[in-house]
């Protein structure tokens, strides 16, 4: 195009040519846009979770219940939030669970501070703990007067920012993003959280066809008449060492780290490749269990202060005493990706923690050396620790911590991948796929069930796995059964296929992030060699950390080109 002043505008043959370029790069930017959206929508709905989530809690004529038992194997938090979904399908459920205090008033205290007892087969029982955003969505669908019951018993539930911090850079919470007000959590202890859930399963009489009992599952039942296709029950150990059976429609293992539910499959034949079944694509149930260990260990300091103390805590500006938070990782892996963060946990508890991967054995007995690692750390750029954090540690040197210190080690149980189960045999809670180490920092990945120190995992990985056999027990009671009795003869199969396809990215993420940790020892088989987020970086960050992402959402175009871009500019 030319212009000359005082004479019209005259177009030279350029123009075509110009308007086509910029059409083209128009509509190829609405197909790779388009491109994404229909990704998105189907990584969302296959493997976020939240679609199955959505249908919890919804309840069913009595003549559709089966009529038989479900029998479940732990009573934890995996445990009880499976016992509340199978409450909706089953006109019995029983939970075996070893403890047998948690039978009793002191295991649903209004106030866990107030137990006689404490959890001797739960680590993290007084350990660190932090609950995603999506957990406390899914409880919400489960109990509807969920925020009163958090308030009954003092637990918080407020936006979910956790003041992440990465080497000294804060991660920014995506807050504009989601209209000025971020998806709520429950801040809490593992111990308040169990006590609630307990309690609102079993202490308050709306579930009245769940009973808990104590005892330890020791076996499983193979059916009476030879049909090896699924288990007619369970054998368990009273306290009084007196064996007992019992008739079992499902058995669902949820015994955390004990995996308990290997040993019993294999005394009674199944999980074997010989067995007269397809076993192409299916491994021996021996060989479907797969572990890295990347040597963590962490201690944990629960400061229990007056309210006068806590009165004195340094808060910064953009937190309240409620909600108090602070993580930080280490920059470089040299010392183990070092971690350390400072919550507000149960009541007037206040959890220092402290976290690492070493050949040695590394303790953090004392507020001094919890200072003492905080002025070790290294930051990007060398840039400082918040001032107000050690001036919170000087305050709660006048307290008396209790110390709580383990190591770890990450199994995977690949039962989606093992011949010859069961079909009315399911695992979930930590007999399943687990996060890595930043399930410590980051509440994508924190506490659920019993062995993994990986927090959020647990309990948000647990309450995917009771709605993906929501799922599946609602596909079952529209489906014939014999006597309304026995569930499909694919049960089995359908959930741990489901159930892989919704948690299998927590795994891969968490796990070659601790690759990057040199004293760790991969998988048999895999290697060690298998700066600032801007807006939209953060929302993909945080959603992701919560729950409420999906596998291709890091793959928007335009967070792509930006990263093309930097990596082009060197920056």
């Known amino acids: 195009m030319?212009?000359?002043?005082?004479?019209?505008?005259?177009?030279?043959?350029?123009?075509?040519?110009?308007?086509l370029t910029i059409t083209i790069g128009v509509v190829f930017h609405g197909l790779v846009y388009s491109v994404w959206r229909v990704l998105r929508w189907y990584s969302f709905r296959r493997h976020s979770g939240i679609p199955e989530i959505e249908e919890l809690g919804k309840t069913h004529p009595l003549e559709q219940k089966l009529d038989g038992t479900a029998i479940i194997c732990g009573g934890s938090i995996a445990g009880l939030l499976t016992a509340r979904v199978c409450a909706d399908f089953f006109k019995q459920v029983i939970i075996v669970e070893p403890e047998e205090w948690l039978t009793g008033e002191d295991g649903m205290r209004r106030f866990c501070s107030e137990q006689e007892h404490k959890r001797t087969r739960v680590m993290q029982y007084t350990s660190l703990h932090g609950s995603q955003a999506l957990l406390y969505a899914g409880l919400r669908e489960l109990f509807p007067d969920l925020d009163e019951?958090?308030?009954?018993?003092?637990?918080?539930?407020?936006?979910?920012?956790?003041?992440?911090?990465?080497?000294?850079?804060p991660i920014p919470a995506p807050v504009d993003s989601y209209g000025g007000t971020l998806p709520k959590t429950i801040y809490s202890g593992r111990a308040g959280l169990e006590t609630l859930l307990r309690r609102l399963v079993l202490g308050r009489g709306s579930y009245p066809n769940i009973t808990q009992i104590a005892g330890t599952v020791v076996g499983v039942?193979?059916?009476s008449e030879g049909d090896a296709s699924h288990v007619s029950g369970v054998k368990i150990r009273r306290p009084d060492l007196t064996i007992e059976e019992l008739d079992a429609s499902l058995v669902v293992d949820c015994t955390g780290p004990t995996r308990a539910g290997i040993k019993w499959l294999s005394q009674s034949g199944y999980g074997t490749t010989n067995a007269n079944t397809d076993s192409s694509s299916k491994v021996a149930l021996q060989n479907a269990r797969i572990s890295f260990d990347q040597k963590l260990q962490y201690s944990t300091l629960t400061c229990k202060v007056t309210p006068e103390t806590l009165a004195k805590l340094p808060i910064p500006p953009d937190q309240t005493p409620e909600t108090v938070t602070f993580t930080l990782l280490e920059d470089g892996v040299e010392n183990g990706r070092r971690v350390i963060a400072l919550i507000r946990g149960d009541g007037n508890e206040i959890s220092l923690f402290a976290g690492q991967s070493s050949d040695e054995s590394v303790k953090y007995e004392s507020l001094d050396s919890m200072r003492s690692l905080a002025q070790e750390l290294k930051t990007y750029q060398k840039r400082p620790i918040p001032g107000w954090l050690y001036e919170a540690i000087d305050i709660l040197e006048e307290a008396q911590p209790e110390i709580q210190f383990s190591h770890v080690r990450i199994p995977y149980i690949q039962y989606h991948r093992t011949v010859n189960l069961p079909s009315n045999f399911v695992a979930l809670g930590d007999m399943d796929p687990i996060y890595g180490y930043l399930?410590?920092?980051?509440?994508?990945?924190?506490?659920?069930?019993?062995?993994?120190?990986?927090?959020?995992?647990g309990c948000t990985k647990a309450l995917i796995g009771a709605a993906v056999l929501n799922k599946i027990l609602l596909k079952s009671i529209k489906t014939p059964v014999t006597n309304n009795k026995h569930l499909p003869t694919n049960f089995s199969e359908e959930f741990f296929k489901e159930h892989f396809d919704k948690t299998d990215a927590f795994w891969q993420l968490t796990h070659l992030l601790d690759y990057g940790i040199p004293c760790t020892t991969p998988v048999p088989g895999e290697n060690l060699e298998a700066g600032s987020l801007d807006a939209q970086a953060a929302r993909v960050f945080w959603d992701g950390a919560n729950g409420f992402g999906s596998a291709v959402d890091i793959f928007h175009p335009w967070l792509v080109l930006k990263t093309l871009f930097d990596t082009a500019i060197g920056g």
């Open 149 to 169: 019951q958090c308030r009954y018993s003092g637990l918080g539930v407020f936006p979910g920012d956790r003041k992440n911090n990465f080497a000294g850079t």
């Open 221 to 223: 039942l193979p059916h």
């Open 2 to 19: 030319v212009f000359q002043a005082g004479q019209p505008l005259k177009f030279t043959a350029v123009q075509p040519i110009f308007l």
């Open 439 to 457: 399930s410590f920092l980051f509440p994508t990945l924190l506490h659920v069930s019993d062995y993994r120190v990986n927090a959020s995992q």
